[in-house]
Antibody
Framework: QVQLQESGPGLVKPSETLSLTCAVS?????????GAWIRQPPGKALEWIAS???????YYKPSLKSRATISVDPSKNEFSLNLTSVTAADTAVYYC??????????WGRGILVTVSS | QSALTQPPSASGSPGQSVTISCTGTSSDVGTYKYVSWYQQHPGKAPKLMIYEVNKRPSGVPDRFSGSKSGNTASLTVSGLQADDEADYYCSSHAITTNAFVLFGGGTKVTVL
C-alpha cells in the first residue's frame, strides 16, 4: 500500500536550515505524481509549501519561494525539503504527501519541527 | 496570496446536512476545476474527501459532495454522523506569476 514517512530533526535553531526527507513506498516516485510538502503550525490551518515532479520540475508557494528548496531523488524513491533562515513562525507539523492535479491523496503522519534556541 | 475564505465553524444534528463554503478569486477557485476538500481529526493527518470540485476518492461515502459556483466552492455533508466531527479544509490550484496550491483557513464542524 502507498506510504509516506517524514524524517528529520525535531528541533532546529533560529536562523538555521530545516531539512526534511520523505521516504515513499508502495508506488514509484517516477510515476505520474508530484511529491508535496505541507505544514500546519500548532492550532492553525494547513499551508502548502512546495511540490516536485520526478523530472525535477518544482513549484512553490510564492511567499516561501526565497527560502524553500524541494528536491527529488528517484534512485531512493524519496523527496526532500530545505527551508533556510527559520524563525519561530516556522514551527509546525510538516507533512509530505503524494499529489496530482493540486490534490493530495496520500499523506505521511507528519513530523513536528520546533524552532527554538 | 491570501488563504481561501472558509467560515470558522459549522454545526448540525445527527442525520442533518451541513454545507461549508470556500471563497476564493478568479485566480484560483473561479478559474480552475482543481478544488479539493480534506477532513482532519485532532492529531491526525488530513484525509482527501473531494477532488476536482466534486469527485470522491474510493472509500469516501457519497454523503460527502462538492460543488462550485463562480469563485465559491462548497462541501456538503449529508446524514451527519458523530465521526464527521472534524476540521475541514478546502484547497485550490492558483496562479499569480507561477502556479501553486492555496488552502482555506479551515472549518470546524460540530455534530450536536
Amino acid at each position: 500500500q502507498v506510504q509516506l514517512q517524514e524524517s528529520g530533526p525535531g528541533l532546529v535553531k533560529p536562523s538555521e536550515t530545516l531539512s526534511l526527507t520523505c521516504a515513499v513506498s508502495g508506488y514509484s516516485i517516477t510515476s505520474d505524481y508530484y511529491g508535496a510538502w505541507i505544514r500546519q503550525p500548532p492550532g492553525k490551518a494547513l499551508e502548502w509549501i512546495a511540490s516536485v515532479y520526478h523530472t525535477g520540475r518544482t513549484y512553490y508557494k510564492p511567499s516561501l519561494k526565497s527560502r524553500a528548496t524541494i528536491s527529488v531523488d528517484p534512485s531512493k524513491n524519496e523527496f526532500s525539503l530545505n527551508l533556510t533562515s527559520v524563525t519561530a513562525a516556522d514551527t509546525a507539523v510538516y507533512y509530505c504527501a503524494r499529489e496530482m492535479a493540486s490534490s493530495a491523496d496520500y499523506w505521511g503522519r507528519g513530523i513536528l519541527v520546533t524552532v527554538s534556541s | 496570496q491570501s488563504a481561501l475564505t472558509q467560515p470558522p465553524s459549522a454545526s448540525g444534528s445527527p442525520g442533518q446536512s451541513v454545507t461549508i463554503s470556500c471563497t476564493g478569486t478568479s485566480s484560483d477557485v473561479g478559474t480552475y476545476k482543481y478544488v479539493s476538500w480534506y477532513q482532519q481529526h485532532p492529531g491526525k493527518a488530513p484525509k482527501l474527501m473531494i477532488y476536482e470540485v466534486n469527485k470522491r476518492p474510493s472509500g469516501v461515502p457519497d454523503r460527502f459532495s462538492g460543488s462550485k459556483s463562480g469563485n465559491t466552492a462548497s462541501l456538503t455533508v449529508s446524514g451527519l454522523q458523530a465521526d464527521d466531527e472534524a476540521d475541514y479544509y478546502c484547497s485550490s490550484h492558483a496562479i499569480t506569476t507561477n502556479a501553486f496550491v492555496l488552502f482555506g483557513g479551515g472549518t470546524k464542524v460540530t455534530v450536536l
